[in-house]
């Protein structure tokens, strides 16, 4: 079935139509910005610890007449996701609360390759790249302590939430300039508490995962529409018991035994955006009930056996996209290319699809 979306190609950008685009050195501004105290700079800024696994991605039978992508227009198409915690820090703790990262690569014919990149939260902190800058620099992980009993029943008595206790050996966070940041800037307060309540998955394929900005896909009839992807687990969503003490080390070795036994699926939902909903700007949700297409199965069977070539060392980029799929006007998906290219030249990664060395 197609839906057409009146208006929708008639929609004009406000980046287009000359919103903030001085973002000269922003992209190198970033990365430096995203490098924590504890980070090594051997690897990524952040998503530091990863695991990456193989396997191949089904179009829905509806897929085609969405989108011309090749990938939704071909039986079977090989891939390799890699799964990350969001932390910079360069010791690992699964157990800890934190957003978790999915990257898949569709390996297309022809040596052409095309990125989906996902997050658990669903949606980003800030509209703008200069506006993100000024939300991690007042979240630079800083000395962090937890409130005394007193302490947080007089934050209770002042109707606010009490912090939470620093998890064992925690000693610096983001989490109080975060919140600082959301109390003067409104468009931070949907990611900041989403990101505060998030907690740790039981495994890195019981979680969903969000691309977070809008994307343009292109039909057979040349329809546009603005659409937003997110990755459901078929397993289910999972969390561990936040009541329990957090273990540091075990989503790679759970996924390595989940997948010795049995693939682990996902299916790609794409929500259709209508006119009112915001297009260039990856904080604001869009409304629930938006037409929602099943656009595939994902099947993982393995995980990859040469983990520093196959997931330390490689590069993936928002930016790498293919006939069918376009950016949307999102000036954070934009300044998100460059980016990624900059940090994978810093760690010495496999080079970006983009680098020109
Ligand atoms: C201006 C905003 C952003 C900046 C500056 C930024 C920056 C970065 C950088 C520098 C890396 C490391 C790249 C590498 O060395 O290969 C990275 C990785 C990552 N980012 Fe972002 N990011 C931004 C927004 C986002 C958003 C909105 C999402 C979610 C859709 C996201 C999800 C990820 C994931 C999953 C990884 C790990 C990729 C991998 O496994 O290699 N980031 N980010």
Redo the contacts with the bound molecule.
Sequence with gaps: MLHVLPGQSEYISKTQAGGDMDDTGMAEK??RV?QRPDGDTAL????TF?ISATGFFEPSPIAGNFCVAEHFNTAKTGVIV?F?NGSGSATRRDGWSDVR???VRFHLTDNRDTDL???TLPE?FAPT?KT?LEFAEEAAPAPYEGQTPWQKILSLIQLKLPKRDPYPGETISPDDGAIRFADQNAYAQLGVLQAATIGAPTSYVRAAY????TFIVTAPDKTQRWVRFTWQPIAGVLRTDPNLPPVDDYLDAELQDRLGKEPARFSLMMSIGEIGDDFED?SRPWPPHRIRVMMGTLTLDAVSKNQLELCEK???NPGLLTDGIEASADP?LH??KE??EI??EW?G?TPCPFSQR
Excluded: K, N
């Design positions: 970033l990365v995203l990524r800024p952040v998503h990863g890699r990350s990262g999915m990257a990149i996902a997050m980003f790249p993100f969000h691309a977070v900005h990856p490689l590069s993936f954070v300044i998100r980016s990624y940090s994978s760690r990664a």
